[in-house]
């Protein structure tokens, strides 16, 4: 169950919120994971047009990486896919994203 992204249809297009406000949706790896989960879902709907994604709160839509999850982060991390890897997904959505 997607705690950190909140996704729902209306009228043929999936709403997806990052739904960290208290951190400016910063985005860590649950989000992330549960990011591209979404998009695997929204990918096999039929019903569904394209996304449109947003942030709760009203400071900010996101606020980039997660700057503590960063911390424990060594050199050899940079080479895994992590954050690029959803990028690469959104880029490639057959779906249009917004």
């Not at 989000?31 to 096999?44: H, I, R, S, T």
Request: hydrophobic share 45%.
């Amino acid at each position: 169950m997607n705690e950190l992204i909140k996704a729902n249809v209306d009228k043929r297009w999936a709403t997806m919120t990052i739904n960290r406000p208290e951190v400016r949706n910063a985005l860590n790896a649950q989000v992330l994971e549960e990011m591209e989960n979404a998009l695997d879902e929204v990918a096999q709907r039929v019903d569904v047009d394209g996304i449109i994604f947003t942030g709760a709160g009203e400071k900010a839509f996101a606020a980039g990486a997660d700057i503590k999850q960063l911390r424990d982060k060594e050199a050899v991390d940079a080479l895994s896919p992590g954050m690029q890897a959803v990028y690469d997904k959104l880029a490639d959505f057959e779906k249009p994203t917004i």
